[in-house]
């Protein structure tokens, strides 16, 4: 089993910025992937960003170039910059990590909501 924790959601005014944070534990893998998924209300979860295990990253286009999935220091923690934020990017945004077997785990997410 993994354990997936996101924190940094919160309300935020166009234009503005945040930061998602997830940490993994229980037990970890070597060969992953771990990424940001979201769900805004009447539509299906979507991917935003993800990253492997050896730092490839992948986005979706309506995110590219404003936000940025990164790796941190302490093992198996991602972070999730979002700059120049959208009223379309409000959802609620869900942790996601995948071993190099398909097994998927899903953290229990945390809502972004940007509006004036």
């Known amino acids: 089993q993994v354990q997936l924790v996101e924190s940094g959601g919160g309300l935020v005014q166009p234009g503005g910025s945040l930061r998602l944070s997830c940490a993994a534990s229980g037990s970890i893998f070597s060969i992953y992937t771990m990424g940001w998924y979201r769900q805004a209300p009447g539509k299906q979860r979507e991917l935003v960003a993800t990253?492997?295990?050896?730092?490839?990253?992948n986005y979706a286009a309506s995110v590219k170039g404003r936000f940025t999935i990164s790796k941190g220091s302490a093992k198996n923690t991602v972070y999730l910059q979002m700059n120049s934020l959208k009223p379309e990017d409000t959802a609620v945004y869900y942790c996601?990590?995948?071993?190099?077997?398909?097994?998927?785990?899903w953290g229990q997410g945390t809502q972004v909501t940007v509006s004036s």
């Open positions: 990253i492997t295990n050896v730092g490839f990253t």
């Open positions: 996601n990590y995948e071993t190099g077997r398909g097994l998927i785990y």
